[in-house]
């Protein structure tokens, strides 16, 4: 079965944590795209679907520290996939950012004619 995404999703492997109410988790980020995540937690966390969340990336060798509001769209097991729900404009700059960086040469969408420009 072919998925159609309107981002192209990236390998990125990192750490994150995910905060879901008054708890938070460590997680491991499977890849990601300008949309959202599919990240891998050491234990299954049961979390309801279109629960809000909110995934904090620190990226490494850098002081850069991503906090990006989402909702679950899935889980199975340890694996939690997200959709992002309006990232502040810095976080959404970053993001574009290690998108491009990861993106291999056959990427057929450009992750910036997905963003609305900002008035």
Not at 5 to 23: I, K, P
Not at 34 to 39: D, K, S, T
Not at 78 to 91: A, E, K, L, Q
Not at 95 to 104: A, E, F, K, P
Request: hydrophobic share 35%.
């Amino acid at each position: 079965m072919n998925e159609r995404r309107r981002a192209n999703r990236v390998d990125f492997d990192g750490e994150a944590t995910l905060a879901f109410q008054q708890d938070s988790y460590p997680v491991s980020l499977d890849d990601i795209s300008i949309m959202g995540a599919r990240l891998n937690s050491s234990t299954p966390l049961a979390l309801p679907d279109a629960a809000p969340v909110t995934l904090t990336i620190t990226l490494e060798d850098s002081d850069i520290t991503l906090t990006l509001p989402a909702k679950v769209k899935r889980q199975e097991g340890h694996d939690i996939g997200i959709m992002f729900d309006r990232p502040s404009v810095d976080d959404m700059q970053h993001l574009r950012r290690i998108v491009m960086l990861h993106q291999g040469d056959d990427g057929e969408d450009d992750p910036a004619t997905l963003l609305t420009p900002e008035s």
